[in-house]
């Protein structure tokens, strides 16, 4: 079974640091785009940071120059170095990926199950 499992999140202070990793398993042919999604209390899901299979980043304004993708190929993980954490970025954050399994083998989106972080001020 193919699944995304996401993991690092917590509850920190305003101004700390947290890791959020995503490890994609099960029997995958190829992983495109990986991107974490967030969605805070009450409103819609967004999306924050995503890198291509060849390490292109894009990132929302909102985390920008705070927030840093990154990705192991060779391990099928996603990472997202959140710095200089804000109240307002408290949310479940969630891990996508575009990949072809074997079962399903063309690229169609996966999604984890979320890790809370939460910012206290």
């Known amino acids: 079974q193919v699944q995304l499992l996401e993991s690092g999140g917590g509850l920190v202070q305003a101004g700390e640091s947290l890791r959020l990793s995503c490890a994609a398993s099960g029997s995958i042919l190829n992983i495109n785009t990986m991107g974490w999604y967030r969605q805070p209390p009450g409103k819609q899901r967004e999306l924050i940071a995503d890198i291509s299979s060849s390490g292109t980043t894009n990132y929302a304004d909102s985390v920008k120059g705070r927030f840093t993708i990154s990705r192991d190929n060779a391990k099928n993980t996603v990472y997202l170095q959140m710095d200089s954490l804000k109240p307002e970025d408290t949310a479940v954050y969630y891990c996508?990926?575009?990949?072809?399994?074997?079962?399903?083998?063309?690229?169609?989106?996966?999604w984890g199950k979320g890790t809370l972080v939460t910012v206290s001020s």
């Open positions: 996508n990926a575009a990949m072809a399994v074997v079962t399903l083998p063309f690229l169609r989106e996966y």
